[in-house]
């Protein structure tokens, strides 16, 4: 009985709305269209909206081939989109942005630079001040686990350690505004788990705005503020799902949390994954 | 060490059954001369020799870089514009196709007996390689890291030195690494059509001389300056130690 409860008292928070047009936000997606154009065109995102506001951390699940990518790098000023508007702080994306630090799912270290190197290159390609750059990189390195390994070259390390540098890339240009595409996706369950709690203990220091696209319930609904699920193509925003788990969030309060169980449970119904 | 010894013990071996096998088996000697007449009708024409060897040397040096400058400047100028694309690589997939050794007489009519139809010759066949090994270098470069310096703001400058460049170099060495022997070919046959000098000029003056135990040794010095030019590119491919190592 009490569960049932539960379940309609989710519910009657997922059913998707709009985002109001005037509230203000780190990151305003509005009725936005793409369109792969072509012989046979395709609608990857139709009429898409959401706002993710300041420090929030917001998931983005959805089948595979939903377009959730596509969307990232819509916001990310990597992809142009035919309909719509798109802001990033207020401004419409018209191309990267310096405000944005984007983590792919490849690691995307250079083979030829060091560890140390290839974690201060984007501070480098942005033309952030160099000294500044060092002591930032030279903090990540420790924060990250990857002391010892400087000077070795990303080959030699794991696929878990690679993410990891490549994260402290990121984090080293300082970004206000962090997109993540499945950054764990080609990471073994285990190492991801360990990755996630690192994760939401860089967020919880650091408090940037993140959006996350990733196509595990269980990491979205232990690391977000929200979760917002899409549908298959064309993708769309169907449910907006506020995760009311307490923070700082550590897997040994929150994986034993009966509400943590139960908005997986719901999204995966949701997502008829169950 | 065990490798030294195995490499001397081969070598020596190919030398006696050279010096002594063509004995044994009654080979005429201008058919093929025994080793030590080789080397003995190498060191009596030194003089020669040598200045033909540095004659050569220069000739496979100047083309060989002319090619390498000329093949990397063409293969970025096909890749990055789409000008050059539709028109010129076309146009060079046709000439690389026609070959090389039937131009050599053509260089001897356009630039003379001297120094310049031997560059002319060794550029043409030197060239290609670098210039497909260039653009495969170039387009083989994985696109999530093009997108990556285009999300991190990146100028084209940067993303062209710090991306295009080091990932492009495995594949251009390996290109190197086929144009260094063409080079020497180049020259050789430049030499061939018509020169005064140089090892390939050696050969043909020996031929004409029925002196067979010299003209083994002009190919023999040919061989060992091609290997050790070979080598020299060898060890600077080395320097890009990254082929493979994709992350």
Known sequence: MGQTMMFRNLKAVTEATPAPVNEAGAICVRNVLKRYPGKHAVNALEDVSLTIREREFVSILGPSGCGKSTLLRIVAGLVPHNDGEVLVNNKPVKGPSPEIGVVFQTSNMLPWLTVEKNMMLGAQLRKLPAEQTAAKVGELIKMLGLSGFEQNHPHQLSGGMRQRASIGQILALDPGILLMDEPFGALDALTRDLLNVEL?????????TVMLITHSIQEAVFLSDRVLVMSARPGHIIHDIKIDLPRPRLPENIKGNPRYGQYIAEISKIMGVY | MKRWIEAIVFWGAFALLWEYGVAALGVRRYLLPPLSAVVLAGWDAREMVVSDTWVTLVEVMVGFIAAVCGGVVLGVLIHFSDFTRRTLYPFITALQSMPKIALAPLMIVWFGYGFASKIAATFLFAFFPVVIATLGGLSGIAANLDEHFRALGASRWDTFWRLHVPAALPSFIDGIKISMPLAVIGAIVGEFIG?????????????????????????????VLATFLYWIVEMMSRLVWWRGKAV
């Open chain 2, 195 to 223: 020169s005064e000098e140089g090892l390939g000029h050696l050969i043909t003056l020996a031929t004409a001389n029925a002196k067979t135990d010299l003209m083994f040794a002009a190919i023999l010095v040919i061989t």
């Open chain 1, 200 to 208: 939401l203990r860089i967020w919880q220091e650091r408090m940037q």
